[in-house]
C-alpha cells in the first residue's frame, strides 16, 4: 500500500504562503483521487482540496477558493498544496490522503472515501 509524507508546514503571517508537499512512496496509479484535508482543535476535518491524478481534474473547497491550488508532479509521486494569502483561519494541521476507487466524478465533488493517510504537518498563521 502506497504510503503518504506531508512536508512544508511552518508558521507564516497573514498574507503570505505556504506549499505543502506529499511525497507518495511508489507510482500514484492514473486512477487515484488525492487530496488535502485540515482540522483544527475542536473543529471537524475539512476536505480543502481534491485532484483526479488520471485527468488533473480538482475541487476546492468554497473557504480557499481562488487562494489554494493542488497540483501533481509528472511523475505522480507528489502532490502539492499551494496556500496564498493565508488567513489566521486557516490554521490548521494538513494531511494529505489516497483514494484509489473513486472516480473522477466523485473526487472532484470532495466526496472521496479515502483510506491512506499522511500523519499531517501543521500550518499556523498569525494575525
Known amino acids: 500500500q502506497v504510503q503518504l509524507v506531508e512536508a512544508g508546514g511552518g508558521s507564516v503571517q497573514a498574507g503570505g504562503s505556504l506549499r505543502l508537499s506529499c511525497g507518495a512512496s511508489e507510482f500514484i496509479d492514473s486512477s487515484y483521487c488525492m487530496a488535502w484535508f485540515r482540522q483544527a482543535p475542536g473543529k471537524e476535518r475539512e476536505e480543502v482540496a481534491a485532484?483526479?491524478?488520471?485527468?488533473?481534474?480538482?475541487y476546492y473547497a468554497d473557504s480557499v477558493k481562488g487562494r489554494f491550488t493542488i497540483s501533481q508532479d509528472k511523475a505522480k509521486t507528489t502532490m502539492y498544496l499551494r496556500m496564498n494569502s493565508l488567513k489566521p483561519e486557516d490554521s490548521a494541521m494538513y494531511y494529505c490522503a489516497a483514494d484509489p476507487f473513486s472516480s473522477d466524478s466523485i473526487c472532484t465533488t470532495g466526496l472521496g472515501d479515502f483510506g491512506i493517510w499522511g500523519q499531517g504537518t501543521q500550518v499556523t498563521v498569525s494575525s
Open positions: 485532484i483526479y491524478t488520471g485527468d488533473t481534474s480538482t
